[in-house]
Structure formats: C-alpha cells, structure tokens
C-alpha cells in the first residue's frame, strides 16, 4: 500500500513552496503598478515558477489519483473547477497559456527602455 497522498513529505514540502510562492507574489502584486522594470521581471520569474511548481503536482496528483482515491477526488474537482473557470479548458491549457502571456509580458518589458 502507498502512503496517503497529502500524508507524503514530498507533496508536504511542495505544498508548502507554492503557498509561500503565492504570498510572495501577492505581496508583489500588491505594488506592481508601481514597481521598476526589473521588480516587474521579477514578478514574472516568481509566477512562472509558482506555474512549473502546479504542473508538478498536477502531475503528481494524476499518477497518485490511479490508486489513491483522495488524490482522485481532489484531481475531480480541480479538473471541474478549471473547466468551469476557464470556458472548458484543461488545467494543463490553462497553465501553458499563462506561460505564454507571461512570457509576452517579458518580452515587452525587455523591449522597453
């Protein structure tokens, strides 16, 4: 039998690297209006690091939801809630366009002066 889903150290620790990425980036998001170019920067490399970090666990929790049936519970909803969200989209859809946009973003920032 493997170990409960939530209960692995693994998924405790990423757990816990998105939800301080998170407050980091809210704590930015705050003052973006009015940040430096290279603050913008670096609000995008924080963002696409919180999305690399989701598509880590959403990986995870696909293989897990296989045999664990909260893993699959939580892939349930989540799977439905980013349709709902999102126009029908799938969550990996969702996170590689806001990959681009993030990366459009940056390159407008690079082409500014």
Not at 24 to 35: G, I
Not at 57 to 86: N, W
Request: some cysteine.
């Amino acid at each position: 039998m493997t170990q409960p889903f939530y209960e692995s150290d693994v998924i405790k620790e990423e757990l816990e690297n998105m939800q301080q990425l998170y407050k980091d980036l809210y704590d930015l998001s705050v003052r973006f209006p009015l940040m430096k170019k290279e603050d913008k920067k670096l609000h995008i490399v924080k963002t696409l690091e919180l999305i690399a970090k989701q598509k880590i666990f959403y990986g995870r929790l696909c293989l897990m939801a296989l045999e664990d049936q909260e893993a699959a519970e939580v892939k349930i909803r989540i799977d439905q809630m980013t349709q709902i969200y999102s126009g029908g989209k799938q969550i990996q859809e969702v996170l590689e366009d806001m990959e681009k946009r993030l990366h459009s973003w940056r390159r407008e920032l690079d082409a500014t002066k």
